[in-house]
C-alpha cells in the first residue's frame, strides 16, 4: 500500500537556514492486515448425569502424612533431632575380671573398672561397646591406661550421636581399627594387612623425613624456630637443609642399626635438584616384611602415625619407642648408649612433641617465616599432635 508523500512547510525565517517539519497523515486510517475473522463455533453437550467426583487421594498417603506429623512433632519436642541427641548412658566402666567380678572406682567422672577373663572392656552403664563388625570391644589386660582413656572419650560425650564422629572418638576408632585386622588375622585374610602395607611403602618414596630442600634456595635464616632439645631459635646461619639434616639422621641411624639392619636410607631430593628418587629395592624388601610381621595393634598404630605425619620413617622411630611388642629394639638401643656413653645423660624419649617436630619441620619454617593462617595451621598442629598421642596409647601399656 503506497503513502502520500509528505506535506512541507517552512516554520521560522532564516537567513541561513530553513527548518522543515514533516507532516504525516495518520495511520489508523490505513489497514494492517486482510484476515477475516473466525468466530468460535459451540458445540453441544452430549454428557448425561451429575458431574463426576474429584479423585481420591489412596489409603496410604494418609499414614505416610500422619507418620511425618508425629515425627515433626518428635523433633520440635527433642530440640535438636530426637532420640539420637540425648546420651542415654549415665556411667562408664572398664569391664576386667579373672572369676568373680572386682570394682575399682576411679575418681575421674566417675569410672569403674572391673575384671574380666577376656580382657579389658568398656561398658556404657551395662552395655560394652562394640566394634563396627558388631563385636565387643576387647583391649589386651596390659593395656589398662589406653581402656581408661577410652572410657574418658565416652564420658566426655553429651549426645549418642556424637559417638559417629570419628574425631570425638579417635581412640575408639583406631582400636577399632586393630580389632579389626586381629579379625581378619585370625580368618587368613591378610586384604587389610596388604592394604596397609601398600600404603606404607607409597609413603616410604615421598617420606617427609627425607624431602629435604635444595641448597641452591635462598633458605638462610628467614624463620625462626624452637625445637624440643634446647627450647631456644635456630641459628641464623643454619639453612633449612641444615635443620631437616639435623632432625633426620639419628632417626635415619637407630632405624638402620636397630630395626632395618643392614639397609642404606637416601634423602629423596638431590642438593641441587627437586625431582624425587626412589628408595633402593632392598630397603623396599626389607621394610615390606618389616611392616607385614607387625601385631596387629602395631600395624593399626602404624598406619595412623604414617597418615597423620605424611612419614613412614617418623612412625617407625615412635613405635619401636613406645610398642611393648618391640621392647628388644629399646633395649638393643640403650645397652649400646650406655656402652658408648658411660656415665652420660640418659637421651630423651621420642615421643609426641619429637615426632610432631621431624613430621612438620617445613611447615613450621614456613610459618615462622611468613606467619599462620588462623584456623588452619594452628588446627592441624594440635590434631597432628593428637593424632600421635593416640599410637602412643595404642602401642604402650604395662610390661
Known amino acids: 500500500m503506497k503513502l502520500p508523500p509528505p506535506l512541507t512547510r517552512p516554520l521560522a525565517s532564516d537567513a541561513r537556514a530553513l527548518c522543515y517539519v514533516r507532516v504525516i497523515a495518520p495511520i489508523h486510517r490505513y489497514l494492517l492486515h486482510t484476515t477475516s475473522p473466525a468466530p468460535a463455533t459451540p458445540l453441544p453437550v452430549t454428557a448425561h448425569g451429575p458431574p463426576p467426583k474429584p479423585p481420591a487421594p489412596a489409603a496410604?498417603?494418609?499414614?505416610?502424612?500422619?507418620?511425618?506429623?508425629r515425627q515433626a512433632e518428635l523433633i520440635g519436642k527433642s530440640g535438636d533431632g530426637g532420640g539420637a541427641k540425648k546420651r542415654f548412658w549415665k556411667d562408664v566402666k572398664v569391664h576386667e575380671a579373672p572369676g568373680p567380678y572386682q570394682f575399682y572406682r576411679l575418681s575421674v567422672a566417675c569410672l569403674t573398672?572391673?575384671?574380666?577373663?577376656?580382657?579389658?572392656?568398656?561398658?556404657?552403664?551395662?552395655?560394652?561397646?562394640?566394634?563396627?563388625?558388631?563385636?565387643?570391644?576387647?583391649?589386651?589386660?596390659?593395656?589398662?591406661?589406653?581402656?581408661?582413656?577410652i572410657a574418658l572419650e565416652w564420658d566426655v560425650l553429651t549426645s549418642a550421636s556424637q559417638a559417629l564422629r570419628q574425631h570425638l572418638i579417635p581412640l575408639t576408632s583406631l582400636v577399632s581399627r586393630a580389632a579389626e585386622i586381629q579379625e581378619k588375622d585370625s580368618k587368613d585374610d591378610s586384604r587389610v594387612r596388604d592394604e596397609i602395607i601398600a600404603m606404607a611403602m607409597r609413603y616410604l618414596d615421598t617420606d617427609t623425613l627425607l624431602c629435604w630442600a635444595p641448597t641452591t634456595l635462598n633458605t638462610q635464616a628467614g624463620s625462626q624456630l624452637r625445637f624440643v632439645e634446647d627450647n631456644t631459635a635456630s641459628r641464623s646461619a643454619e639453612s633449612l637443609r641444615d635443620i631437616q639434616?639435623?632432625?633426620?639422621?639419628?632417626?635415619?641411624?637407630?632405624?638402620t642399626a636397630h630395626v632395618w639392619p643392614g639397609v642404606e636410607l637416601f634423602p629423596i631430593t638431590d642438593e641441587n635438584s627437586i625431582m624425587p628418587r626412589p628408595q633402593p629395592e632392598m630397603t623396599k624388601k626389607v621394610v615390606r616384611g618389616w611392616i607385614s610381621g607387625l601385631p596387629a595393634f602395631e600395624l593399626a598404630g602404624l598406619e595412623r602415625a604414617v597418615l597423620a605425619g605424611k612419614s613412614l620413617l617418623v612412625a617407625a622411630r615412635l613405635l619401636v619407642e613406645w610398642s611393648i611388642e618391640l621392647r628388644h629394639v629399646r633395649l638393643q638401643q640403650q645397652q649400646q648408649e650406655r656402652r658408648e656413653e658411660e656415665g652420660a645423660e640418659a637421651p630423651q624419649r621420642f615421643g609426641v612433641e619429637e615426632a610432631a617436630e621431624a613430621a612438620d619441620l617445613e611447615?613450621?619454617?614456613?610459618?615462622?617465616?611468613?606467619?599462620?593462617?588462623?584456623?588452619?595451621?594452628d588446627v592441624n598442629k594440635e590434631d597432628l599432635r593428637s593424632q600421635l598421642g593416640s599410637v602412643i596409647l595404642l602401642v604402650s601399656g604395662e610390661e
Open 60 to 69: 496410604k498417603l494418609h499414614d505416610r502424612i500422619a507418620r511425618r506429623r
Open 113 to 149: 573398672l572391673i575384671r574380666s577373663p577376656d580382657g579389658l572392656q568398656i561398658h556404657l552403664d551395662h552395655r560394652p561397646i562394640r566394634t563396627p563388625s558388631k563385636n565387643i570391644l576387647t583391649l589386651p589386660h596390659s593395656k589398662p591406661h589406653l581402656a581408661t582413656a
Open 245 to 255: 639434616m639435623r632432625i633426620a639422621r639419628p632417626i635415619m641411624d637407630l632405624l
Open 363 to 377: 611447615v613450621r619454617w614456613q610459618t615462622g617465616m611468613w606467619g599462620e593462617v588462623e584456623d588452619t595451621h
